[in-house]
């Protein structure tokens, strides 16, 4: 009796292993991503639901979570109350050097999304001239690395400004409100304080600006490929609607997070880059080339090998499948 | 004209009236108990001659003057409560010297003071570490700090033991003696108003005048529970009973 | 080594006890073995896998990342959280006591102020944030209100209810000396409310501290509050728990010096605390 079915199961067992992974580990509850307003393709999305219909053959709900920022985008990740987020690509290597265990298989955007801002009668010309002075910048943010890789180049250091921590849309009040002398923006805020208050970007520089990465986690990764392959699928759909019909596009994005049409036609049309989705050299050139400062400016732990982490975080094959050719 | 006379013409609790045109006065040097049931104002009475309530229409003279002043005046009135009441967060000394302006001002004068009343070398105790007896004492030496001509008891003995009471009262006869003083003492133990007064004085249940005044014709020093006693005894406890069975009818 | 001598100052203040002692080796103090056996738990479960490491840096790890930050500028972070609690707290506190005093002694003050206080007690402190932003701005100014706001409830509770609660029998004594009424409050009612004072005091300040992390979370460029929210924006979970520990610790301290305080000024107490400590009779 026993040996019989010991047999069984070894049988049943190789069977099963030989099976191609078609269907999904466990069927899936829940699939939980978040929008933001640095992310369109995220609230044209949302705004179709085109995810909900994707899903509703299998009854999979789907929730959306906003998002603040990458530094939040990134904390719901690693605290796993969402399965897949979005956030500039270089504060995704920093989380992920860091123990936040994600992988990026897909670019949602190539903006130049970041600067740094003055208010329009501000005496500061140059990074040089913020020796000394007020800097509001979200952490853990591209604005934020960008802050600091900026302040590099002019020769300064984290300590030779005073960083005050404010998320994206505070730090814009503040700089207009005169409490800092200088902010690092963030698109669609950056752009609304340029068209509707005159402020002036003091420093761009779009190799700066490491791209939208859709993070997953690892963990749903493993266990629910189909369920990622999906949204990819979606975030397609919306990245190819969103190419033919810009000026759309930008007025679902002036609606959701409250900004003029200009100010969203100007991040949509002139900052933002929707031609290269999938991960590639060029992205992992970028990631290269930043991930210095987050050793220079002791953002990652002391020893943390960052290039094995930009190999972890980065998943350059996944969503071939799946990508519209367009 | 009496050392201490005093007169309340009313004195009311809300719509209850206490006390009514009750006169009594006192001669120097005078030991006096004040007894009767409870609730006939006694304690009241003696509220009012310490110039703690300021609501009784009442007079008090001593030795002929107004007695305004209050216990922080030299030759005043002295007080002692039925509980210790000291100041838990001072010592003996400085809760005997409490009255003065000056704080522990005169320390020999509170050493010597503690010395008379039995508790020498307790200056630096603080009241946790006394005994209720203890206590007492000092309470007692705090009531005569400000060295007063008069002394106000109320019920001052009732919260310690037999022994420890008959201690103290010897200890109070001792002193009031040396001193001169003239003590007004609200009791509930007969024995011990006998025992130390040089008149009882019984409070009717009504408010009015004084129901008696009792003179104690024993020869000091006293011993207790001796016959004349006894039967001075008795006949305060007929006056009280008659003064209840007085009551009941007039509740009936 | 580190989040052990931490521990084992922790429990500096506390008396220790008999008995129980006995069962331990050599002279291992009871108040240390919870917080060891947290500590041994929680490094064992990261190792052994049972705890995600990202979620739970073992307590090695965060005495390492302490040590590395105590060459980093820590003393500057220290010094900015300390003095902002010290100045909200003081002037906090300082209000407190004043109005609670007045509100005690005075009944129209009391009809015309408490009322009041009681409803802004009941106010969250985070729901403080926006409007001492928008008023104050970014800088000390809203974190010190915040922070004095935290402190001054639990004083003036402490110090109304102290005042409130005097023995009326020790009032009259003093009433007998006809004292002053400010002499009143100097020599009898302050010193008998003192317990309560004190007890509002500890709990102010363990609420300045509170409150004080609140504060710099909204935005601040240093202090322990901007070191928590520094390890979270950057998935630091080290750093988070270093700024927890460390905000532990000078909690910890600052209150085992309002016990000695405490301990100071209420010598003279007859109650079960005393008994316990085996005051003598």
């Given at each position: 009796m026993k040996r019989r079915t010991l047999l069984q199961l070894a049988a049943g067992s190789v069977a099963a292993s030989a099976l191609p992974r078609l269907v999904a580990a466990a069927p899936l509850d829940e699939v939980r991503l978040d929008y933001a307003y640095y992310s369109p393709t995220s609230l044209v999305l949302r705004r179709f639901g085109w995810l909900e219909q994707a899903f509703k053959a299998e009854g999979t709900n789907v929730k959306w979570v906003f998002s603040a920022g990458s530094n939040r985008a990134l904390e719901y990740l690693n605290g796993n109350s969402i399965d897949i987020g979005s956030s500039a690509g270089l504060a995704a290597l920093l989380a992920r050097a860091n123990g936040n265990p994600i992988r990026s298989p897909y670019i949602f955007s190539r903006p130049e999304w970041t600067a740094l801002v003055v208010p329009k009668d501000s005496p500061i010309r140059s990074v040089a001239d913020l020796k000394g002075k007020k800097v509001a910048a979200t952490k853990g943010t591209d604005p934020y690395l960008f802050l600091l890789r900026s302040l590099q180049v002019a020769g300064l250091k984290r300590g030779d400004i005073e960083h005050v921590s404010l998320q994206h849309a505070d730090g814009r009040a503040a700089l207009e409100q005169g409490k800092v002398d200088a902010w690092a923006g963030l698109d669609p805020h950056m752009a609304a304080s340029e068209l509707e208050r005159g402020s002036r970007l003091l420093y761009r520089n779009v190799a700066f600006n490491t791209y939208g990465f859709l993070n997953v986690r690892e963990q749903f990764l493993a266990a629910h490929p189909d369920a990622t392959a999906r949204v990819i699928q979606a975030y397609e759909r919306a990245r190819a609607w969103v190419r033919a019909n810009s000026t759309e596009a930008a007025k679902i994005l002036a609606e959701e997070a409250k900004v003029s049409l200009p100010v969203a036609l100007l991040q949509i049309k002139l900052r933002s880059d929707f031609s290269q989705p999938l991960p590639g050299n060029e992205h992992l050139a970028a990631l290269r080339q930043a991930a210095p400062i987050l050793r220079d400016e002791a953002l990652v732990k002391p020893g943390v090998d960052l290039g094995r982490a930009i190999t972890d975080l980065v998943e350059t094959r996944f969503a071939q499948p799946y990508l519209v050719k367009a | 004209m009496s050392f201490l006379e005093i007169h309340v013409d009313e004195k009311r609790f809300g719509e209850r009236v206490?006390?009514?045109?009750l006169h009594l006065a006192l001669e120097r040097g005078e030991i006096a108990s004040l007894v009767g049931a409870s609730g006939c104002g006694k304690s009241t009475l003696l509220s009012i001659v310490a110039g703690l309530d300021r609501q009784a229409r009442a007079r008090v003279r001593l030795d002929g003057a107004a007695a305004d002043a209050g216990g922080s005046v030299e030759g005043g009135i002295g007080f002692v409560f039925q509980e210790p009441r000291l100041f838990p967060w001072l010592d003996v000394a400085s809760n005997v010297a409490f009255g003065s302006t000056a704080g522990a001002g005169g320390l020999r004068d509170v050493d010597a003071l503690l010395d008379e009343v039995g508790l020498a070398g307790y200056g630096a105790h603080l009241p946790r570490q006394l005994s209720g007896g203890q206590a007492q004492r000092v309470a007692i030496a705090r009531g005569l700090y400000t060295r007063p001509r008069v002394l106000l008891m109320d019920e001052p003995f009732s919260a310690v033991d037999a022994i420890t009471r008959m201690k103290l009262q010897d200890m109070l006869a001792r002193v009031a003696r040396e001193r001169g003083l003239t003590v007004l003492l609200v009791t509930h133990d007969i024995d011990e108003a006998v025992h130390l007064s040089d008149h009882v004085i019984l409070l009717d249940r009504q408010p009015g005048p004084l129901r008696s005044r009792l003179p104690v014709g024993l020869a000091r020093p006293r011993a207790r529970g001796d016959a004349a006693a006894s039967r001075l005894k008795a006949e305060i406890l007929a006056l009280l009973d008659l003064d209840a069975d007085a009551a009941r009818a007039a509740a009936a | 080594m580190t989040a052990r001598a931490l521990a084992r100052l922790a429990a500096l203040s506390l008396p220790r006890p008999r008995g129980l002692r006995r069962l331990l080796p050599g002279r291992f103090p009871l108040a240390l073995v919870l917080p060891a056996l947290l500590l041994v738990g929680a490094e064992l479960s990261v190792h052994a896998g049972w705890l995600p490491a990202n979620l739970m840096p073992p307590p090695s790890e965060v005495a390492r990342t302490l040590a590395w930050l105590a060459e980093n500028g820590l003393g500057v972070h220290l010094v900015a959280s300390t003095l902002r609690v010290a100045l909200g707290f003081v002037c906090g506190a300082g209000a407190a006591v004043l109005l609670g005093a007045l509100v005690a002694l005075d009944r129209r003050v009391q009809a015309l102020l408490d009322p009041t206080l009681q409803a802004l007690r009941a106010i969250p402190s985070l729901a403080w944030v926006p409007l001492l932003l928008l008023w104050f701005g970014i800088d000390e100014l809203p974190k010190l209100v915040l922070i004095a706001i935290g402190a001054f409830f639990p004083v003036y509770t402490g110090v109304v209810s102290g005042f409130g609660g005097v023995d009326r029998k020790l009032v009259e004594v003093a009433r007998l000396y006809r004292l002053a009424p400010l002499a009143l409050v100097r020599r009898v009612l302050l010193p008998a409310a003192l317990p309560a004072i004190l007890t509002g005091l500890r709990t102010g300040l363990s609420l300045a501290w509170m409150f004080m992390v609140a504060a710099e979370l909204i935005a601040a460029t240093r202090g322990l509050g901007y070191l928590l929210s520094d390890g979270r924006e950057t998935s630091r979970a080290d750093i988070v728990l270093a700024a927890i520990v460390l905000l532990a610790l000078l909690g910890k301290l600052s209150d085992m010096g309002m016990v000695a305080l405490e301990r100071r000024l209420l010598a003279w107490r007859d109650d079960f605390a005393a008994s316990r400590a085996g005051v003598e009779r």
């Open positions: - | 206490v006390l009514r045109d | -």
